[in-house]
């Protein structure tokens, strides 16, 4: 574990922490005046590996070079110009830090961090960390790679849980989820959506499944799999008589067989790092999926259709009704979708262009 410390005078600025993988929605803007969550769980951070926040650069300022230098092959419209590593945590990790009055501003309904760093810290006043806590944004704070340094705090070193363990514990991330208004007055606060962090995992990986089709059609499993990706396959990629063919892989699933071409495989929660197949002879492309969401697919929970009456028998997993479903079919999230296709090197390819050229026109059609 560890904690982290003012650069200008030493301060202790977060409760004791253990690193997690970086969570594939922390970026995400979501709907419009809604409130999300906090993005982190309490006693944990995660490291964002990325050019992030202020000062931003437009694409047409940018040098061709410079973006491949910075993993990026396909125009966006503006690329960061910060330092790399920015460190997440929950807000309530946080310890002796103000707002800069200042710095508070806001897109809408609270603060964004688009004016660079709003929190300093208590001693020295130095600027250390952007609360976020903007409608349709995951509340977070950001501490500042270059206003910080991390101290390992001894004898509490953490081992990332094994891929037999994580399936034992079992924490899916389930699929749908009530997503709180800002300031209803009338009728309910919340209504029922599919999950934003889903719809971030699945554009993350719609990206890589098309990088991985060469051009063809891609089909995936029945199911919940082909509820959240067959749909935008089919109207991305042109059809043919050969379709590759995509698996769920991964600890608790039967052995990839040959004829498999690409891979739905989940990303370890603490490290990040892919799940790998014990054969090497596997040649199939590895899409990535973070833990819970994989595990909703491949281990789907059953909900009853009734409420069951009496003493709850074997097997059974609940007894009231299942969670209301959203009345609109899924959706990836389009801006996690072009933030992962312009980073893979097979959008150079004219096809994969020409998808990132019509993103607006797949939004309207509700592929995205």
């Given at each position: 574990m560890?904690?982290?410390?003012?650069r200008?005078?030493?301060?202790?600025l977060t409760?004791p922490?253990?690193?997690v993988?970086?969570?594939?929605?922390?970026?995400?803007?979501?709907?419009?005046?809604?409130?999300?969550?906090?993005?982190?769980?309490?006693?944990t951070?995660?490291v964002?590996?990325?050019?992030?926040?202020?000062p931003w650069?437009?694409w047409?300022?940018?040098?061709?070079?410079?973006?491949v230098?910075?993993?990026?092959?396909?125009?966006v419209?503006a690329?960061?110009?910060?330092?790399?590593?920015?460190?997440?945590?929950?807000?309530?990790?946080?310890r002796?830090?103000?707002?800069?009055?200042?710095?508070?501003?806001?897109?809408?309904?609270?603060?964004?961090?688009a004016?660079?760093p709003n929190?300093?810290?208590?001693?020295?006043?130095l600027?250390?960390?952007s609360?976020?806590?903007?409608?349709?944004?995951?509340?977070?704070?950001?501490?500042?790679p270059?206003?910080?340094?991390?101290?390992?705090?001894s004898?509490?070193?953490?081992?990332?849980?094994?891929?037999?363990a994580?399936?034992?514990?079992?924490?899916?991330?389930?699929p749908?989820?009530p997503?709180?208004?800002?300031?209803?007055?009338?009728?309910?606060?919340h209504?029922?959506?599919w999950?934003?962090?889903?719809?971030?995992?699945?554009g993350?990986?719609?990206?890589?499944?098309?990088?991985?089709?060469?051009?063809?059609?891609v089909?995936?499993?029945d199911?919940l799999?082909?509820?959240?990706?067959?749909?935008?396959?089919?109207a991305?990629?042109?059809?043919?008589?050969r379709?590759?063919?995509?698996?769920?892989?991964?600890?608790?699933?039967?052995?990839?067989d040959?004829?498999?071409d690409?891979?739905?495989?989940?990303?370890?929660p603490?490290?990040?790092?892919?799940?790998t197949?014990?054969?090497p002879?596997t040649?199939?492309y590895?899409?990535p999926?973070?833990f819970?969401?994989?595990?909703?697919?491949?281990?789907?929970?059953?909900n009853?259709?009734?409420?069951?009456?009496?003493?709850?028998?074997?097997?059974?997993?609940?007894?009231d009704p299942p969670a209301?479903r959203?009345?609109?079919?899924f959706?990836?999230?389009?801006d996690a979708f072009?933030?992962?296709?312009?980073?893979?090197?097979?959008?150079?390819s004219?096809?994969?262009?020409g998808?990132?050229?019509?993103?607006?026109?797949h939004?309207r059609?509700?592929?995205?």
């Open positions: 560890f904690v982290f410390l003012c200008g005078c030493g301060t202790e409760t922490l253990s690193q993988a970086m969570p594939a929605h922390a970026h995400q803007k979501y709907g419009n005046g809604l409130q999300l969550p906090v993005l982190m769980e309490s006693g951070f995660a964002d590996p990325e050019l992030w926040g202020p650069q437009r047409e300022e940018i040098h061709r070079d410079e973006a230098a910075c993993g990026i092959y396909a125009p419209h690329l960061s110009d910060g330092a790399p590593g920015s460190i997440v945590i929950a807000p309530g990790d946080a002796a830090t103000a707002l800069i009055p200042e710095r508070a501003g806001g897109y809408c309904c609270g603060l964004d961090g004016d660079g929190m300093a810290c208590e001693r020295c006043d600027p250390v960390a609360r976020i806590d903007d409608c349709s944004l995951w509340q977070a704070v950001w501490l500042a270059d206003a910080v340094r991390r101290l390992t705090v004898g509490t070193d953490a081992v990332p849980l094994t891929w037999a994580l399936l034992e514990e079992g924490k899916a991330t389930p749908f989820e997503i709180a208004t800002w300031g209803a007055r009338l009728g309910p606060n209504f029922w959506s999950s934003p962090q889903w719809e971030a995992a699945v993350r990986a719609l990206a890589h499944l098309l990088a991985a089709s060469r051009g063809q059609p089909t995936v499993p199911g799999s082909k509820e959240v990706f067959q749909r935008a396959l089919d991305l990629l042109p059809a043919g008589p379709a590759r063919r995509a698996v769920l892989a991964g600890p608790g699933q039967p052995a990839v040959g004829d498999a690409i891979m739905l495989v989940p990303t370890h603490q490290t990040g790092q892919m799940w197949p014990a054969s002879k040649s199939a590895r899409v999926l973070p819970g969401v994989w595990l909703g697919l491949a281990f789907p929970k059953p009853l259709p009734l409420p069951a009456s009496g003493g709850m028998p074997n097997g059974v997993l609940r007894d209301p959203p009345r609109y079919l959706r990836a999230d389009p072009q933030h992962t296709l312009v980073r893979l090197p097979a959008v150079r004219t096809w994969l262009r998808i990132l050229a019509n993103l607006t026109q939004m059609t509700g592929i995205f």
